[in-house]
Nanobody, 124 residues
Framework: QVQLVESGGGLVQAGGSLRLSCAAS????????MGWFRQAPGKERDFVSS????????YYADSVKGRFTISRDNAKNTVYLQMNSLKPEDTAVYYC?????????????????WGQGTQVTVSS
């Protein structure tokens, strides 16, 4: 059974940084592409970033490009999201997701396993 556990969320002032982690278990981590999505109150869940199994290919939403960096450590079964220059509009619950494919995707429907989410709140 695949389990994804996010951590690292919290309250930060605008312009600050946070690093989210997602620890995966119950899967052959290196066979999965990974992604981060977020959902703000009253809005749909949106794509943030994704990374291929080897980390060689990454995608970002336009809204976070240049500010967020996704990475992974296959030896630790962990994917990270470094978030810099945070803005109040980045406030959301951030979800880690896994897709049993080495090909990276940006589509929520391609990700079959999800974590419980971690709250990120950016104050102005």
């Amino acid at each position: 059974q695949v389990q994804l556990v996010e951590s690292g969320g919290g309250l930060v002032q605008a312009g600050g940084s946070l690093r989210l982690s997602c620890a995966a278990s119950g899967l052959t981590f290196s066979s999965y592409a990974m992604g981060w999505f977020r959902q703000a109150p009253g809005k749909e869940r949106d794509f943030v970033s994704s990374i291929s199994w080897r980390g060689s290919t990454t995608y970002y939403a336009d809204s976070v490009k240049g500010r967020f960096t996704i990475s992974r450590d296959n030896a630790k079964n962990t994917v990270y999201l470094q978030m810099n220059s945070l803005k109040p509009e980045d406030t959301a619950v951030y979800y880690c997701a896994a897709t049993r494919s080495r090909v990276v995707s940006t589509l929520m429907a391609d990700f079959g396993s999800w974590g419980q989410g971690t709250q990120v709140t950016v104050s102005s």
